[in-house]
C-alpha cells in the first residue's frame, strides 16, 4: 500500500478554529484554518459562538483545502474527522459533516482522537524534520490539556501524568487576562518576556506528586501579586509588563521542565516530543533546546502550524489509520471528553 496514493481528507473542529486538509500518504497538500475572532471580544472561547461559526465556515474551509490540493472528492479515498476531546457543539459540526459527506461519496469514515494527533503530527512527511523513534515521550500542551504520555508505538500510548485543574495554556492566558492583556494572552506573554528579566518577581511552583500538574494555584498566586502592587502602584503592571511577563513564563517553564526531567528518570526515555499550540512558544523551544546539550536529550517540536489546532496532524492519524483498516460506522457520535487508548 506504501506505492498507492491514498488520499485522507481531515477535519478538525474541535474548539474555535475550523480546519480541512489533504494529504497524500503522510504528505500535507494542503491545511486550511479559518480561526473564529469573535471571541477576541470575551476574553476567552463561547462555545455557543464557536458552533455557530464552525457551522458557516465547513464548507467553505473543505472546498478550499480540495482545492488548494488540486484533488477532487471523488478522488478522496478516506475522510478522517476529530471525535474528540473538546466542545460538544464544535465537534458535533465537524463529526456530522464527515459521517454525512463519507456516507455520500461512499468511503471509510476515520474517528482520529485530537490529543493522539497532537503527538502524531510529528509523523507528517516533512524535509527539514525527522520524526521521533518509538519509544519516546510526548508532552501535550495546549489551551485545555496538560499531559505526559509515554509513546511506545502509533497507538500504543499511556498517560504518566496530567494537569488535576488548569491547563498550562490557560494558565498563560488567565495570566494575560490579568495583566490587562487581550485574548489570547499567550503569545503576548512570550512577545513581552523576549524583552524582560525572569528573575524580576518570584511565585511559588505548586508541589504535585508524580508527574501531574497543577496551574490553579499559580495563577492565584499571580493574582494576588497583581493585586497588592497595584495597591501601591496603579501603574505598576504596565511599567512593568515585560518583566512580569518573563518571571510569569519562567516560573511555568520551569513546571513543565522538571516534570519532563523527572520523566526520563523514571522511563529513562530521552526522546521528547512536543505538541499542542503552547509547542508554538519561544521559551519552551528554547529550554528543550538546552536540554539536548545540557542532559544529551533528543527534542522534537513540529512545525509552527502543527502546533495549534489544525487538520494536518488529524490527517495523519487518519493514514496511519487508514493502513491499518481501522474505519468506524455511522453510529459514531462525538465525545467532548475522550482520552488517549481509549
Not at 525527522?130 to 490539556?145: L, R
Request: hydrophobic content about 40%; overall charge negative.
Amino acid at each position: 500500500m506504501s506505492n498507492t496514493k491514498n488520499y485522507i481528507l481531515a477535519i478538525e473542529s474541535s474548539c474555535d478554529d475550523t480546519s480541512a486538509a489533504v494529504l497524500c500518504n503522510t504528505k500535507v497538500l494542503s491545511n486550511v484554518v479559518a480561526t473564529q475572532e469573535i471571541h477576541k471580544q470575551y476574553g476567552g472561547v463561547v462555545p455557543e459562538l464557536a458552533s455557530r461559526a464552525h457551522q458557516q465556515n465547513i464548507v467553505p474551509v473543505v472546498h478550499q483545502a480540495l482545492a488548494k490540493a488540486n484533488i477532487d472528492k471523488k478522488e478522496l479515498s478516506a475522510i478522517a474527522f476529530t471525535r474528540g476531546p473538546g466542545l460538544m457543539g464544535s465537534l458535533l459540526v465537524g463529526t456530522s459533516f464527515a459521517k454525512s459527506l463519507a456516507l455520500g461519496l461512499d468511503i471509510p469514515l476515520i474517528e482520529v482522537n485530537h490529543m493522539e494527533a497532537h503527538i502524531l503530527a510529528h509523523f507528517i512527511d516533512d524535509e527539514e524534520r525527522t520524526p521521533p523513534t518509538f519509544p519516546f515521550i510526548g508532552m501535550t500542551i495546549s489551551g485545555g490539556h496538560t499531559q505526559i504520555v509515554k509513546v511506545s508505538d502509533y497507538f500504543s500510548m499511556e498517560v504518566l501524568g496530567e494537569t488535576l485543574d488548569d491547563a498550562v495554556g490557560e494558565a498563560f492566558d488567565k495570566s494575560a487576562k490579568l495583566m490587562g492583556l487581550p485574548y489570547p494572552g499567550g503569545p503576548l506573554i512570550d512577545k513581552y518576556a523576549k524583552l524582560g528579566n525572569e528573575n524580576a518577581f518570584q511565585f511559588p511552583k505548586p508541589k504535585v506528586d508524580g508527574l501531574n500538574f497543577s496551574f490553579s494555584g499559580l495563577k492565584t498566586s499571580i493574582l494576588y501579586f497583581l493585586q497588592r502592587e497595584t495597591q501601591k502602584n496603579p501603574d505598576f503592571v504596565s511599567e512593568n509588563m515585560n518583566d512580569i511577563c518573563a518571571s510569569v513564563q519562567y516560573t511555568i517553564l520551569e513546571i513543565l521542565m522538571e516534570k519532563l526531567q523527572l520523566a526520563v528518570e523514571q522511563t529513562g526515555i530521552k526522546q521528547i516530543a512536543i505538541g499542542g499550540g503552547v509547542a508554538a512558544n519561544s521559551g519552551i523551544r528554547g529550554r528543550l533546546a538546552e536540554a539536548e546539550t545540557q542532559m544529551g536529550w533528543e527534542t522534537y517540536v513540529p512545525k509552527f502550524e502543527y502546533c495549534t489546532d489544525n487538520a494536518g496532524m488529524i490527517g495523519i492519524v487518519g493514514y496511519l489509520k487508514f493502513k491499518r483498516s481501522e474505519f468506524t460506522d455511522q453510529s459514531i457520535a462525538a465525545k467532548a471528553r475522550y482520552a488517549i487508548g481509549s
